[in-house]
């Protein structure tokens, strides 16, 4: 499936005040920016170029994110909810993903073989330092509010997937505003996000399998 595998206030100082180069710095801030957001949400447009079969197509729909506190832990869920031009549901949980489409009768769970891939998809929406655990991290430019990135994979997991990746944040909020990655076999994928929505109340169950279950 090609679907798979962004704060609060203006700040008087851009991110690159200083020194423009210290890449270190400018995540940090924008992990600081983003650091006590619990929950979010936002619509995005997602493009697939897939050069082996010369395809093209274009997705739409919308974007929820949930931090919840467990213990000592903090989890991360991401649900992606596709409404044009077929509908589906894909949540990405730590431990997995899960795939939801209307013909199915229950949705389909793949546990994840590995937690890298968790702390890589969460790192770029709620602590984007944590980017170079996975990437060589270089800042490509910055104008109109908004800072882009170039990420070189370094880690075995992230050279397992991506050839190269591109990501731009939003020095206003913290959050991603395009997600651009390049797998090994070409296919291209971007994923633009607009309208974000910060600390919105969203449903308890949103991010399991039981908000799938049909009335009887």
């Known amino acids: 499936m090609k679907k798979i595998l962004f704060l609060l206030f203006a700040s008087a100082f851009t991110l690159l005040a200083g020194n423009t180069n210290d890449v270190d710095s400018v995540l940090a801030r924008l992990t600081d920016k983003v650091k006590d957001l619990k929950t ?6 997602q493009l697939d170029k897939d050069p082996l079969f010369m395809d093209e197509s274009e997705h739409k729909g919308k974007l929820s994110f949930l931090r919840q506190a467990n213990g000592n832990t903090t989890n991360c869920f991401l649900r992606f909810d596709y409404l ?10 730590p431990n997995g993903v899960l795939i939801y489409t209307e013909d199915m009768t229950e949705p389909q769970f793949s546990p994840s073989r590995d937690v890298n891939r968790a702390d890589m998809v969460f790192s770029t929406f709620v602590s984007p330092k944590a980017l170079k655990r ?3 991290v270089s800042i490509a430019k910055s104008e109109n509010g908004r800072i882009s990135f170039k990420l070189a994979p370094r880690s075995a997991f992230a050279k397992e997937f991506f050839s ?3 990501v731009d944040f939003s020095e206003k909020t913290g959050l991603p505003e395009r ?3 390049i797998k090994l076999n070409g296919q291209d994928i971007t994923i633009h996000f607009s ?9 308890t169950n949103y991010f399991d399998a039981s908000c799938f279950k049909k009335a009887k």
């Open 40 to 45: 979010f949400t936002a619509d995005f447009r």
């Open 84 to 93: 044009e031009p077929e509908k589906s549901v894909t949540i990405l949980a």
């Open 134 to 136: 996975h990437y060589d």
């Open 164 to 166: 190269e990746a591109e």
């Open 179 to 181: 997600l651009r990655q």
């Open 195 to 203: 309208s974000p929505a910060f600390n919105v109340s969203l449903p």
